[in-house]
């Protein structure tokens, strides 16, 4: 069973940056699809980005492109996004995923494991 546990979610002013980590148990992390998704009360969880097993293929929703970096360290079984010029739009709870094949995919159904997730508030 993979785990994955979320970092890195907090308070932060309009402008303003976070990094968001997840790290997996597992020994296989680097065969994994990763992606980040985040979720409103009361709304659909909303694709945010997606890396392959390698780092070289980037997915990314078009309401973060230019702001968000999704990256992976599979020596350290850890992805990150790097979130700048953040906005009140991205307040959510975000969550990591992870599947079991090593493509990058932007919808939740093709992911297998999920994180508890972690809070990010911009405020204006």
Excluded: H
Excluded at 58 to 86: C, E, H, P, W
């Amino acid at each position: 069973q993979v785990q994955l546990v979320e970092s890195g979610g907090g308070l932060v002013q309009a402008g303003g940056s976070l990094r968001l980590s997840c790290t997996a148990s597992g020994r296989t992390f680097s065969s994994y699809g990763m992606g980040w998704f985040r979720q409103d009360p009361g709304k659909e969880r909303q694709f945010v980005a997606a890396i392959n097993w390698s780092g070289g293929t980037r997915v990314y929703a078009d309401s973060v492109k230019g702001r968000f970096t999704i990256s992976r360290d599979n020596a350290k079984n850890t992805v990150y996004l790097q979130m700048n010029n953040l906005s009140p739009e991205d307040t959510a709870v975000y969550y990591c995923a992870g599947r079991n094949t090593v493509g990058a995919r932007s919808q939740a159904s093709d992911y297998d494991y999920w994180g508890q997730g972690t809070q990010v508030t911009v405020a204006s």
